[in-house]
């Protein structure tokens, strides 16, 4: 779940799991990366791959 990494909008998130009957088992703070950044920019830039068998051409 994105967030700022504050103490108060950790708070929040764990709040909102407590509302909807969520319980965490683990909570991890990750700082983005240049992996995140990569698949932000191009993630929606990657074309859906074509299930379709390919014809074998002869």
């Known amino acids: 779940i994105p967030s700022d990494g504050s103490q108060r909008e950790l708070r929040s998130i764990l709040d909102w799991l407590d509302s909807a009957g969520v319980e965490a088992d683990e ?31 002869r």
């Open 27 to 57: 909570l991890t703070v990750h700082t983005p990366d240049l992996d995140d950044v990569f698949f932000a920019l191009t993630a929606s830039a990657v074309p859906a791959q074509n299930n379709q068998p390919k014809e074998n051409a």
